[in-house]
């Protein structure tokens, strides 16, 4: 690491919010207003999506979508909702008591189903999803390819890191690096990473088999 | 809240690795609900930070590997105060029938070769499950785990819900930690982590295989 400097953006930029009212929004849809309802759902589907298929698989993501939205609007028109301007906590503890409840079904499930036959019925919800895996594969091709373009302590540096779990403090001071040497480390394998990850989708040959 | 925190990328990083404080990650999970542009962060985050571990991993299995085969190659006859010409091709024909007998008399007996010990670090995401060889010992890192409370009860079932292990762990700021202190034959297994209330917290899932 010969430099200290560090790139000066890591990632692009992102976006200034449209800063909503949330107590508004929440006395429009308890006053039953259709385009608040549209309004609730385009800001907060994307993200309910998100943490329910991190958390539970694809499995009937739509449906468990629809309930999140169900709850959330039942509760407003209900007036339950007792700080419309924590809106945003509500959903996500909307969305945590979904995810915990569907495991917890999953769970019971699996339970009921093994005292019927405990020989015949497999009653995993974590079935291999091949497009997943393949892509796992990929991403553990990606950064190997990564790591063989690394020096040996640079590599000791993010094993401390990523696998030993230490921190950044007690890595830095272990190994006589600056903060900035650290993250330049980091955001250089991140950038290299996400370069041959790009360069795989666009379809040009990269061999992640051999070393560089 | 400011609707408009959108996270460092150390936080990101925290996060997708599951080490984020408590307090940290209500802030950012409540914006992370409103932010396209912060998911498609945590996402490459996620990518990278998980295809990093996986990889260092896999990378410092291999050569502790290597190294043991060939330091037990340079050293084993002079240990052992053995002429080096044991070691000759010939004689090193002999002795490899010889290892092949008692391989198959040994797998024959049931004293199959297992590994002393085996590690695995759990994510509760579904989709792959991360897999082990069958060990005496299994070592278990529940990544996500809470970081603060407990202790937690544990309970390990096999596919079909019989429980194959039970115990109680505290949360650590790197991840719960078990260690299983029995071989668990080849199959699927759930780990289930219940708070002090006996509420199931979270589930994960690996799997033993030759």
Avoid at chain 2, 24 to 49: I, P, Y
Wanted: neutral net charge; hydrophobic residues 40%.
């Amino acid at each position: 690491m010969a430099s200290d400097a560090v790139p000066e953006s890591e990632a692009p930029r992102p976006e200034v919010l449209q800063v909503t009212d949330w107590a508004k929004l929440v006395q429009r849809i308890h006053a039953g207003e259709p385009a608040a309802m549209e309004e609730l759902y385009a800001i907060f589907a994307k993200g309910i999506r998100y943490f329910l298929l991190r958390n539970l698989g694809p499995e009937e993501l739509d449906d468990k979508v629809h309930d999140c939205f169900l709850i959330v609007t039942q509760a407003i028109r209900n007036g339950e909702l007792r700080e419309p301007d924590r809106l945003m906590g509500y959903v996500r503890t909307v969305v945590k008591r979904q995810i915990a409840g569907s495991i917890d079904s999953a769970v019971q499930q699996r339970r009921t189903r093994a005292e019927f036959d405990d020989t015949l019925l497999t009653v995993s919800d974590w079935r291999e999803d091949p497009e997943r895996t393949v892509m796992a594969r990929q991403r553990a091709d990606i950064a190997r390819k990564v790591l063989s373009s690394v020096s040996r302590r640079d590599r000791e540096i993010l094993n401390r890191f990523y696998v030993q779990e230490q921190t950044q403090e007690q890595i830095c001071a272990d190994m006589g690096l600056s903060y900035n040497q650290f993250r330049l480390l980091k955001s250089r394998a991140k950038a290299r990473f996400g370069e041959i990850g790009k360069r795989l989708a666009a379809g040009v040959g990269v061999n992640l088999r051999k070393p560089a | 809240m400011d609707l408009n925190f959108h996270g460092t990328e150390d936080q990101l990083e925290q996060y997708a690795l599951g080490r984020l404080a408590e307090s940290d990650m209500t802030v950012l999970e409540e914006h992370l609900l409103v932010c396209a542009v912060c998911l498609e962060r945590l996402d490459q985050m996620q990518d990278f930070s998980v295809g990093m571990r996986e990889a260092l991993i896999a990378d410092g299995v291999a050569p502790a590997r290597e190294n043991t085969v060939q330091r037990n190659t340079l050293s084993w006859w002079s240990r052992f105060g053995l002429p080096e010409w044991l070691g000759k091709p010939g004689f090193a024909l002999v002795l490899a029938g010889a290892a092949v007998v008692l391989a198959v008399g040994l797998s024959v007996t049931g004293n199959t070769n297992i590994a002393p010990t085996a590690s695995l670090q759990l994510t509760a995401m579904r989709g792959t499950m991360p897999y082990s060889l069958p060990a005496k010992e299994i070592h278990l890192t529940l990544i996500d785990a809470p970081q603060t409370g407990g202790p937690f009860r544990v309970e390990v079932v096999d596919s079909t819900g019989k429980s194959q292990w039970a115990g109680s762990i505290l949360a650590t700021a790197g991840g719960a930690q078990l260690d299983i202190r029995k071989t668990l034959s080849q199959g699927d297994y759930f780990v289930r982590l219940y708070n002090s209330e006996g509420a199931l917290v979270h589930e994960y899932g690996f799997r033993v295989r030759s």
